[in-house]
């Protein structure tokens, strides 16, 4: 008998993106388990509206503190995580129904590959086709370990598989969407990297940038994605790797605004 699973659908203010990604989660989810962050927006009424989903709610830490909270109340002994802007295709549907007919015991969890989108456009190199991430898991053996941003699992890489089709990934529609996120990914990436011991450097500002767009661009061949291919590229490269660096030297090195009130408060005490 195919073992169950439940879709785990983290977000906040997902308006536009949460019912094609339940309708999509629908293909393959036993059950799906939307878990909001605080939304402000019309995001549980939409999941409301939608129906057949069962839906959690808890003030949001940082991610791996939340997803670990909310992977223990899946159902099923499978959990498949999809983020709001991510998209289960039927044939990746299908690959997971498949496996879950007879589930190799020494496995813990399988690893996705994304089709990436960038403002609609298909990115198909500079990085965004190799990447993979463990998604499906067993619900009581994978926990995240903790970090502010781009959590991963405490897991032996040796108990991983790799899933042979691929989650869709819509992941910006427009640079205000861009730069919302990637100020908070850039502060809590660069925080991640002092909690490790981590400074900034004349050759992590300087270098290091022109470093990542040549690997990008070049390399792994971001050229060939045309011009919306350049500004992925640029933009992880002198957006995300250069201010991280830049939020290292910040907290290093910065000097805070002197608070002209304060200076006028004690001249007026010692008046």
Same mark, same amino acid.
């Given at each position: 008998?195919?073992?169950?699973?439940?879709?785990?659908?983290?977000?906040?203010?997902?308006?536009?993106?949460?019912?094609?990604?339940?309708?999509?989660?629908?293909?393959?989810?036993?059950?799906?388990?939307?878990?909001?962050?605080?939304?402000?927006?019309?995001?549980?009424?939409?999941?409301?509206?939608?129906?057949?989903?069962?839906?959690?709610?808890?003030?949001?830490?940082?991610?791996?503190?939340?997803?670990?909270?909310?992977?223990?109340?899946?159902?099923?002994?499978?959990?498949?995580?999809?983020?709001?802007?991510?998209?289960?295709?039927?044939?990746?549907?299908?690959?997971?129904?498949?496996?879950?007919?007879?589930?190799?015991?020494?496995?813990? @969890?399988?690893? /996705?590959?994304?089709?990436?989108? +960038?403002?609609?456009?298909? #990115?198909?190199? %500079? =990085?965004?086709?190799?990447?993979?991430?463990?998604?499906?898991?067993?619900?009581?053996?994978?926990?995240?370990?903790?970090?502010?941003?781009?959590?991963?699992?405490?897991?032996?890489?040796?108990?991983?598989?790799?899933?042979?089709?691929?989650?869709?990934?819509?992941?910006?529609?427009?640079?205000?969407?861009?730069?919302?996120?990637?100020?908070?990914?850039?502060?809590?990436?660069?925080?991640?990297?002092?909690?490790?011991?981590?400074?900034?450097?004349?050759? @992590?500002?300087? /270098?290091?940038?022109?470093?990542? +767009?040549?690997?990008?661009? #070049?390399?792994? %061949? =971001?050229?060939?994605?045309?011009?919306?291919?350049?500004?992925?590229?640029?933009?992880?490269?002198?957006?995300?790797?250069?201010?991280?660096?830049?939020?290292?030297?910040?907290?290093?090195?910065?000097?805070?605004?002197?608070?002209?009130?304060?200076?006028?408060?004690?001249?007026?005490?010692?008046?």
């Amino acid at each position: 008998m195919a073992e169950k699973i439940t879709v785990l659908i983290p977000c906040k203010n997902e308006r536009m993106n949460i019912r094609p990604c339940i309708e999509a989660a629908r293909l393959v989810a036993d059950e799906i388990l939307v878990a909001d962050s605080g939304s402000t927006d019309d995001t549980m009424d939409i999941v409301r509206d939608a129906g057949g989903c069962r839906l959690i709610e808890r003030e949001f830490v940082n991610y791996a503190d939340f997803k670990n909270w909310a992977i223990p109340q899946a159902s099923h002994p499978w959990v498949f995580i999809v983020d709001a802007d991510e998209r289960v295709t039927p044939e990746l549907a299908q690959e997971i129904r498949q496996l879950l007919e007879a589930p190799p015991e020494n496995l813990q @969890g399988y690893r /996705v590959q994304f089709d990436g989108h +960038f403002m609609g456009h298909r #990115i198909r190199h %500079g =990085g965004w086709d190799t990447v993979d991430v463990l998604r499906l898991i067993r619900r009581d053996e994978c926990r995240y370990r903790q970090g502010r941003v781009h959590e991963g699992f405490n897991v032996d890489p040796k108990r991983l598989g790799l899933l042979k089709n691929r989650l869709l990934h819509y992941t910006l529609w427009s640079y205000d969407q861009y730069f919302f996120k990637y100020v908070n990914y850039t502060r809590w990436g660069a925080l991640d990297m002092w909690d490790k011991g981590k400074r900034s450097s004349t050759l @992590g500002l300087l /270098v290091r940038p022109f470093l990542r +767009f040549f690997q990008l661009y #070049i390399l792994r %061949g =971001g050229f060939l994605d045309g011009r919306a291919g350049i500004q992925v590229c640029m933009l992880q490269a002198f957006f995300v790797t250069f201010v991280k660096q830049a939020r290292l030297w910040e907290r290093e090195h910065g000097l805070p605004q002197p608070n002209p009130e304060e200076a006028a408060e004690e001249q007026r005490r010692a008046a």
